[in-house]
């Protein structure tokens, strides 16, 4: 059995729980706490029902000694927790990679899990093509190109509502091109997966990135890839519905966390 510490509960979590209970009905990975904000314990609580246990402090978390601690609640969390969670030698599941764009906070992550035998743990998120990606590396890739395609609602409290009418836009429209640490810093909450893309293959400064709006695609999210390596290429369009009560994250991320979580647990393993 696998014990499991998650961090955040919004509509990932949320998500997250029902999809381990639906394909681990065995109960080989046994959720155990859920760190919340102080604000949203009783709520939480209440929630559960005392099925998990809840608890607001990271300490009480580590205390508990699980195998893993996934991360469902933003870059902060990330920040602020990691290094602590590492240092316990307690592996860590990141969906909020765009905290990584930070080199030195980067490096300083690495070098912490290297000293403590303790694993960074990167699910591939809302993407598809992570495996062939990682692939093409070992053989020498030369370029990567990532685009988000989201509904206008979906770039809401991002720096494209200064610059954008969103509620008018009528046709696809770009709204970054950049690097994909420009894009991770920039939009912290939908820009995870240029993170997770560009740690997978040519690192955050070569892998180009383009955000766009697009009314025609509601209400899915849209990531595509595009990678040539020395020995071959990658084309990729993955579609996705957005995740309930956040049309800033794709349904898929807990998919995916799913899939991470119990893969291992399996007989057999792809």
Not at 255 to 263: F, M, N
Request: hydrophobic fraction near 40%; charge should be positive.
């Amino acid at each position: 059995m696998k014990k499991i510490s998650i961090i955040g509960f919004g509509a990932i979590t949320h998500m997250l729980l029902n999809r381990l209970n639906e394909h681990d009905p065995e109960k080989r990975v046994v959720i155990d706490y859920i760190m919340v904000r102080k604000d949203r314990l009783s709520t939480a609580k209440r929630e559960l029902a005392d099925k998990i246990k809840v608890s607001s402090s990271i300490n009480l978390l580590i205390q508990n000694k699980p195998d893993l601690i996934v991360e469902c609640a933003g870059q902060n969390a990330v920040k602020e927790y990691g290094p602590k969670i590492l240092r316990s030698g307690i592996n860590f599941m990141i969906i909020s990679t765009g905290a990584l764009v930070d080199k030195k906070f980067y490096d300083d992550l690495i070098f912490t899990a290297k000293e403590k035998n303790s694993k960074i743990i990167i699910p591939s998120g809302a993407i598809a093509g992570i495996d062939g990606l990682g692939s093409l590396k070992k053989g020498g890739l030369k370029n990567v190109r990532y685009i988000s395609t989201k509904p206008p609602i979906a770039w809401r409290g991002t720096p494209a509502e200064k610059n954008f009418d969103l509620d008018n836009i009528k046709k696809p429209t770009s709204l970054f091109k950049g690097t994909a640490s420009k894009a991770a810093e920039l939009f912290p909450k939908n820009a995870n997966l240029a993170a997770t893309v560009a740690l997978a293959g040519v690192g955050m400064q070569k892998t180009e990135v383009e955000l766009v709006a697009d009314p025609t695609v509601s209400p899915n999210n849209i990531g595509s890839i595009q990678a040539e390596g020395e020995f071959g290429s990658l084309k990729i369009e993955c579609r996705s519905l957005p995740a309930p009560n956040n049309p800033k994250t794709s349904a898929s991320t807990a998919l995916s966390l799913t899939y991470a979580i119990l893969k291992n647990q399996e007989t057999l393993v792809i």
